[in-house]
């Protein structure tokens, strides 16, 4: 066998594979260069061009990364609250728009996550402080909606420590998030699941929030990028302990990524007045 034969032999068998896991043709899948590996560590901005010039489906793509938590989580513990059957719920419903022609927003089709301080319907909220445990919230966080408004497929939710107070990511309810450049390291904290999962490459964009350095320090310890934007721009309904009713200080939240681009790209799905303020 030539040397030529069997690079086009191997070629054939990564195409296979990869289609097999994706649930997709060889066929359909040998049309993009792009494997599956190098598609875990997109950057948002480019998966959903992904999505939207028809190169793979949301479906296709929350399947891949949904696999990715399953099979590579376990040691990390970053996604810690799982949504999935909703998420590929809105996936389809993502790719049934796109067969109509219509967009839903810039991050059409993108599996995505956010920091478990952040309500979502139907899902607990903690904070990590076990009498929380069963605290399930009725409503979409702000956030969580405005994202969702965007198009986004929202997987489940990433750890932080108890009562979002330190640079790890660990509580009694879910556990420790290790760093995924290497195990025995903290991701930091709080928003330490967010950077944790987008340096494994399990989850395309995520949201988490800050005070003294909550986005900030998880970022730098996971090799990600992060930002803490002006008070206020960002509403904070939906990421409180219950009965908190008014937006605290100094508090904010805000976006996680992997590229410089993938933060100014969230920010603008995410920064709009709160709603009390909406109306004006």
Same mark, same amino acid.
């Given at each position: 066998m030539s040397n030529f034969t069997r690079r086009q032999f191997v070629h054939t068998l990564s195409v296979t594979a990869g289609a097999a896991a994706l649930g997709v043709s060889p066929l359909a899948w040998a049309r993009s260069s792009r494997s599956l590996d190098e598609m875990a560590f997109m950057s948002a901005t480019d998966l959903v061009g992904l999505v939207r010039s028809g190169e793979i489906s949301s479906t296709e793509l929350t399947r891949y990364f949904i696999g990715r938590?399953? *099979?590579?989580? +376990? %040691? #990390?513990?970053?996604?810690?609250?799982?949504?999935?059957?909703?998420?590929?719920?809105?996936?389809?419903?993502?790719?049934?728009?796109?067969?109509?022609?219509?967009?839903?927003?810039?991050?059409?089709?993108?599996?995505?996550?956010?920091?478990?301080?952040?309500?979502?319907?139907?899902?607990?909220?903690?904070?990590?402080?076990?009498?929380?445990?069963?605290?399930?919230?009725?409503?979409?966080?702000?956030?969580?909606?405005?994202? *969702?408004?965007? +198009? %986004? #497929?929202l997987m489940g939710k990433t750890n932080a420590p108890l009562n979002l107070a330190d640079f790890q990511a660990y509580n009694d309810i879910y556990g420790t998030t290790s760093n995924p450049w290497n195990l025995e390291y903290v991701p930091g904290g709080s928003s330490g699941g967010s950077a944790a999962a987008l340096a494994a490459g399990l989850t395309g964009l995520d949201s988490g929030s800050d005070v003294g350095g909550s986005?900030?320090?998880p970022a730098s310890f996971c090799g990600v990028y992060g930002h803490k934007p002006t008070w206020g721009i960002v509403p904070q309904r939906g990421h409180g302990l219950p009965g908190w009713l008014g937006e605290m200080d100094i508090v904010v939240c805000g976006p996680l990524a992997r590229s410089a681009d993938d933060l100014q790209l969230a920010l603008e799905v995410q920064a709009r007045p709160n709603d009390l303020n909406a109306p004006a």
């Amino acid at each position: 066998m030539s040397n030529f034969t069997r690079r086009q032999f191997v070629h054939t068998l990564s195409v296979t594979a990869g289609a097999a896991a994706l649930g997709v043709s060889p066929l359909a899948w040998a049309r993009s260069s792009r494997s599956l590996d190098e598609m875990a560590f997109m950057s948002a901005t480019d998966l959903v061009g992904l999505v939207r010039s028809g190169e793979i489906s949301s479906t296709e793509l929350t399947r891949y990364f949904i696999g990715r938590i399953e *099979k590579h989580d +376990g %040691a #990390v513990n970053a996604v810690v609250v799982r949504d999935f059957d909703r998420a590929m719920e809105a996936a389809r419903a993502a790719d049934s728009s796109m067969a109509k022609g219509k967009v839903t927003g810039p991050l059409h089709g993108l599996p995505m996550t956010v920091k478990e301080s952040f309500d979502i319907a139907g899902l607990a909220t903690t904070w990590g402080i076990p009498a929380l445990r069963n605290n399930i919230a009725q409503q979409d966080s702000a956030l969580v909606q405005s994202l *969702k408004q965007a +198009g %986004a #497929v929202l997987m489940g939710k990433t750890n932080a420590p108890l009562n979002l107070a330190d640079f790890q990511a660990y509580n009694d309810i879910y556990g420790t998030t290790s760093n995924p450049w290497n195990l025995e390291y903290v991701p930091g904290g709080s928003s330490g699941g967010s950077a944790a999962a987008l340096a494994a490459g399990l989850t395309g964009l995520d949201s988490g929030s800050d005070v003294g350095g909550s986005i900030r320090n998880p970022a730098s310890f996971c090799g990600v990028y992060g930002h803490k934007p002006t008070w206020g721009i960002v509403p904070q309904r939906g990421h409180g302990l219950p009965g908190w009713l008014g937006e605290m200080d100094i508090v904010v939240c805000g976006p996680l990524a992997r590229s410089a681009d993938d933060l100014q790209l969230a920010l603008e799905v995410q920064a709009r007045p709160n709603d009390l303020n909406a109306p004006a």
